[in-house]
């Protein structure tokens, strides 16, 4: 089965930059789409940004977009979520997620939690002001 794993995570100063990073394996040369959600206690999860296989196409949230950038290294195995100029409204859990095979790509689909069918556990993220 697939894994995944969240990692760069801490605390951070408000204004500051952060790089998170997903690294996969068991995927035995299955490349997936995908995406970057976050959750604060209490909160329902959001949609931050995602990934086409090739890194050809992103997507992003509106709460997010200008200040986060998303990649990937498939030699790697590795995606990647930029985050410029925090601020403390960033603090939360952040979870990347493995898109289901074969679905179209759009911001409809993307934005979906039911489309994703692996999940990694999630690294903290927190910033002061």
């Known amino acids: 089965q697939v894994q995944l794993v969240e990692s760069g995570g801490g605390l951070f100063q408000a204004g500051g930059s952060l790089k998170l990073s997903c690294a996969s394996s068991g995927h035995y040369g299955t490349i997936y789409a995908m995406g970057w959600f976050r959750q604060v206690p209490h909160m329902q999860r959001e949609f931050v940004s995602a990934i086409s296989w090739s890194g050809s196409e992103t997507f992003y949230g509106e709460s997010v977009k200008g200040r986060f950038t998303v990649s990937r290294d498939n030699a790697k195995n590795t995606v990647y979520l930029q985050i410029n100029s925090l601020k403390p409204e960033d603090t939360a859990a952040y979870y990347c997620?493995?898109?289901?095979?074969?679905?179209?790509?759009?911001?409809?689909?993307?934005?979906?939690?039911?489309?994703?069918?692996?999940w990694g556990h999630g690294t903290q993220v927190t910033v002061s002001s």
């Open positions: 997620a493995a898109l289901s095979p074969g679905l179209p790509l759009s911001t409809a689909t993307m934005t979906r939690e039911d489309n994703y069918v692996y």
